[in-house]
């Protein structure tokens, strides 16, 4: 019986040292991948250390669980002081003006010689402002907004589009997926858009000089929109802008189990990264200012002299972005598979 009980024993703590050493085998993947996020993070004036945070090694006693789908209720709506998010727009490139505040958001308008095309909204609560006030600030016309792409149907990206609708018959555009989390979000119906403009992986949308390619990107929600635009101006030089769409691991709530969301979205990362470099896209257009300091970038450009290089363009800053977000999620699935 002891010799019985001796051989038990030892076999339990072969076990539990079998599971400790793939635990910490697993903990060494994840730091490799975390390093190469870390070495991806920065560079000077193209600082993506904000989004390096999503390298976080998860609490190992995490709350209990959100519920699986996005809540139905209406919720009361909360609007915060002015002095909260609004921020003077300003013209960033020859047809490319940022609208968005300061509270985090960015709202881009691109004008082309056919009309204005907008990348996201804002809240419904900025858009009087922000939108419409800050287009004329700029000398444009908001009536002459054709198209506003909604990259995430959540309402800090489409809350503002409903306005748009109904006063200057814009047409909004964003994924089946994205159309779906809109129509289920906890908000007013009067602060969501009206169902229009499906986007689907690969198509294209030109709006006179202006060109638009649409990528579905799942992983930050069930579809999120990443998008190629061209040309951009500066004076006689054109660049390539690329929208990555996602950044929160807060959406992972919208996928049966956070390794499917996780997994997805480093997938998405490392095909867009791909993509966006085959496109020569050299100007990262963050969807929110804190990703890429892009606040700091704007001031940077106000004193900016001639010859000086534009702030915002970097190829270099286009790959990281998608790097970072890959490797931190990479790193994610390792310390994951080790639990």
């Known amino acids: 019986m002891l010799r019985y009980s001796t051989f038990l024993f030892c076999g339990v703590l072969f076990l539990a040292g079998c599971s400790a050493t793939e635990t910490n085998a697993q903990d060494a993947i994840a730091q490799i991948h975390v390093a190469a996020a870390g070495a991806a993070a920065y560079e000077p004036g193209q600082d993506l250390t904000d989004i390096f945070g999503l390298c976080a090694e998860p609490d190992p006693n995490p709350p209990a669980a959100a519920p699986a789908a996005v809540p139905a209720a209406t919720a009361a709506p909360t609007i915060p002081p002015r002095s909260q998010w609004y921020g003077d727009p300003q013209k960033v490139f020859d047809n490319v003006y940022h609208l968005g505040g300061t509270n985090n958001e960015a709202i881009w308008a691109v004008a082309s010689s056919e009309g204005i095309i907008l990348i996201n909204a804002g809240y419904d609560y900025t858009a009087e402002e922000l939108i419409v006030n800050g287009l004329e600030k700029m000398g444009l016309d908001p009536a002459q907004i054709k198209y506003v792409i909604i990259t995430s149907g959540e309402m800090d990206s489409s809350g503002g589009a409903r306005l748009l609708q109904d006063r200057y018959n814009a047409r909004v555009l964003s994924s089946e997926g994205e159309w779906d989390v809109s129509a289920k979000f906890n908000a007013p119906t009067a602060s969501k858009p009206r169902k229009d403009m499906i986007i689907t992986d690969g198509q294209e949308l030109t709006l006179g000089d202006v060109t638009v390619r649409f990528y579905i990107t799942p992983g930050h929600s069930p579809a999120s929109v990443s998008l190629l635009i061209s040309p951009l101006k500066d004076g006689n030089q054109r660049h390539v ?20 969301g996780i997994r997805l979205w480093s997938a998405s990362a490392k095909r867009y990264k791909a993509i966006a470099e085959s496109a020569g896209a050299d100007v990262f257009v963050s969807q929110h200012a804190s990703w890429d300091k892009t606040l700091d970038k704007l001031n940077a450009l106000k004193f900016r ?13 286009v790959s990281r972005y998608q790097t970072v977000i890959s490797e931190c999620m990479d790193a994610q699935l390792a310390w994951r598979e080790g639990e």
């Open 241 to 260: 802008g690329s929208v990555f769409g996602g950044r929160s691991a807060g959406g992972l709530q919208y996928f049966e189990s956070e390794v499917e």
């Open 305 to 317: 002299q001639p010859g000086d290089p534009h702030p915002m363009v970097s190829k270099s800053a």
